[in-house]
């Protein structure tokens, strides 16, 4: 079945360890997203990827980075965690920007 | 900017109880709308959709939603809820080729299904 991957769907860092965090997709979609989601909250999107162009919302902190080597793969890095960075990640794709978003299912980021 | 609006933060109903969950978006203009769910421990899935056409739109498990435009909503139902309906219900908007965020969600609407 075609869908969105994310590894690991657990991690636990260190205040300030650098953390990546990993997706891929298998349905050939050209968008792909970035989301936190803290606990009973909306997703919140970081940024999002139209094939290479990357698209920042502004409001996102330097800490948060992001890499798409290719179609299928897009990672999220952060740099410096803090506790405030605990939360939900969540990846999806999409066939344009405006389509249908397909959701991962997660990976859950915990900060020592 | 668009904003979506979901009022009710909590619904608590029976089975077999007919759910109505509020949407309200804020942009006057052309809109995409849908409802997802997220069933406890499990990732954000689509309800519905609504592009164009005829604004009562169904979608999976029963559920359908009416877009009405002259009130900006979207409410979500189901005619008799089952427990498995327990999930948080988010909707969310976009406005083709605007060049802004590409989906806005609501607050999310937490179900509970008591037996």
């Known amino acids: 079945d075609a869908m969105v991957i994310q590894n690991p769907r657990y991690q636990v860092t260190q205040f300030g360890k650098p953390v990546t965090l990993s997706c891929s997709q298998t349905?050939?979609?050209?968008?792909m997203y970035w989301y936190q989601q803290k606990s009973s909250q909306a997703p919140k999107l970081l940024f999002h990827?139209?094939?290479?162009?990357?698209?920042n919302e502004a409001d996102t902190p330097d800490n948060f980075q992001s890499r798409r080597p290719n179609t299928s793969f897009c990672f999220l890095d952060i740099r410096s965690p803090g506790l405030g960075d605990a939360a939900m990640y969540l990846c999806?794709?999409?066939?344009?920007?405006?389509?249908?978003?397909?959701f991962g299912p997660g990976t859950r980021l915990t900060v020592l | 900017a668009q904003s979506v609006s979901q009022h009710n933060h909590h619904v608590i109903l029976s089975e077999a109880a007919s759910l109505e969950l509020g949407c309200n978006y804020s942009?006057?203009?052309?809109?995409?709308l849908f409802w997802y769910v997220q069933y406890p421990g499990q990732h954000l899935q689509l309800l519905l959709k609504?592009?164009?056409?005829?604004?009562l739109v169904k979608g999976i498990k029963g559920f359908e939603a009416e877009f009405i435009k002259s009130k900006f909503s979207f409410n979500l139902r189901k005619p008799s809820v089952q427990w498995s309906d327990t999930a948080e219900y988010f909707c969310?908007?976009?406005?083709?080729?605007?060049?802004?965020?590409?989906?806005?969600f609501g607050k999310g609407t937490r179900l509970s299904v008591i037996a």
């Open positions: 609504y592009f164009s056409g005829d604004p």
């Open positions: 990827y139209y094939d290479k162009d990357f698209n």
């Open positions: 969310a908007v976009n406005v083709p080729n605007s060049g802004n965020t590409p989906l806005v």
């Open positions: 349905l050939n979609h050209n968008v």
């Open positions: 999806a794709t999409s066939a344009g920007t405006y389509n249908e978003q397909f």
């Open positions: 942009y006057g203009g052309t809109v995409n």
